[in-house]
């Protein structure tokens, strides 16, 4: 693996691991039973400060490609996460969403001409296994409805993966821009709902208002900014192959900082899920990298990083 490559895939594996921090930081410092609020508090001041930073808007079919996006990564996913986090027990919904990788291999096969491999789809199987033994426990009947709203939010996410690596960005624009487009249009979506569903903000402690500016900037507009920026120069079965860090830094934390123990049916999964997560960086050639040789090949013409006209 190149040491370029190898930084890349680095700073993107940020991403999960700051998501991984979310469980705790929101169990210890936020107001409870806010999940709307929340997620809306993640999205809306990250995109406003990330429009400041870049200072472009959307134009032309941008402004409608920039909304869906926003919708299937943030205002679609958050809510559909809060919603299966609530109403399942355990770990269940992060089990559900660690199908993302075989999902997001199937759908590089329709919209971006990556056929699956054997091997893409071992690795995700094994991946999703390995988070199943760290984040599942014994529990009772499952509740349909959250399967479904976890299922939808996997779909959702990783439909907004691919669709974010086919649609590339509009000439001269760059990851931070395309970042805070999508936040902000998330979290206008968001924020109806929120506000219909739970009512008024709830007065804010110093510690909640910093665990809500911590997930604003580091855990969000930080985070989505290498998560998409490792989109645009990585495959998109790479990137969405580091989604499992999140559950494993949760699991991690929970032990470290928390007093949780790990057992060592936990500790195999962990092995397992991130052994995984390695092997998912080695599935294309070491050229494979947006705008390099190896990647120009890699795709059909037709769903090559557009030059969209400004």
């Keep these: 693996m190149a040491p370029n490559r190898a930084t890349l895939i680095a700073l993107t594996a940020l991403a999960p691991v700051s998501w991984g921090t979310t469980y705790a930081v929101t169990t210890e410092f936020l107001p409870p039973d806010r999940p709307l609020f929340t997620g809306l508090m993640r999205a809306l001041p990250a995109g406003l400060v990330l429009l400041a930073l870049a200072r472009v808007l959307p134009r032309g079919a941008w402004w409608w490609k920039a909304t869906v996006l926003g919708a299937l990564n943030i205002g679609a996913f958050f809510p559909l996460l809060f919603l299966s986090a609530y109403r399942l027990p355990g770990g269940m919904a992060a089990v559900v969403g660690s199908v993302g990788p075989l999902l997001v291999v199937a759908l590089s096969a329709l919209l971006l001409g990556q056929r699956p491999t054997a091997r893409n789809v071992l690795t995700g199987v094994v991946a999703a296994f390995g988070v199943s033994l760290v984040v599942l426990k014994a529990a009772g009947a499952l509740d349909l409805l959250g399967v479904l709203a976890a299922l939808t939010a996997t779909a959702s996410m990783s439909a907004g993966t691919v669709l974010t690596k086919r649609w590339g960005r509009p000439e001269g624009v760059g990851p931070l821009a395309l970042t805070g487009w999508q936040l902000t249009a998330g979290g ?123």
């Excluded at 979506?189 to 500016?213: Q, R, S």
């Excluded at 070491?286 to 090949?297: Q, Y």
């Excluded at 037709?302 to 969209?308: F, N, R, T, W």
């Design 188 to 310: 206008l979506l968001i924020a109806p709902v929120a506000f219909l569903a739970e009512g008024a903000p709830p007065t804010l402690d110093a510690p909640a208002a910093g665990g809500y500016a911590y997930l604003a900037l580091a855990n969000t507009a930080i985070a989505y900014w290498l998560w998409f920026r490792g989109i645009g120069r990585l495959t998109a079965t790479q990137v969405t192959f580091l989604g499992p860090l999140s559950p494993l830094t949760a699991a991690v934390i929970g032990w470290a900082a928390l007093g949780e123990s790990l057992t060592p049916m936990q500790i195999l999964g962990i092995a397992l899920a991130f052994g995984a997560t390695v092997a998912g960086q080695l599935t294309t050639r070491p050229g494979a990298v947006a705008g390099g040789p190896a990647a120009s090949r890699s795709l059909p013409a037709a769903v090559e990083p557009l030059k969209v006209r400004r």
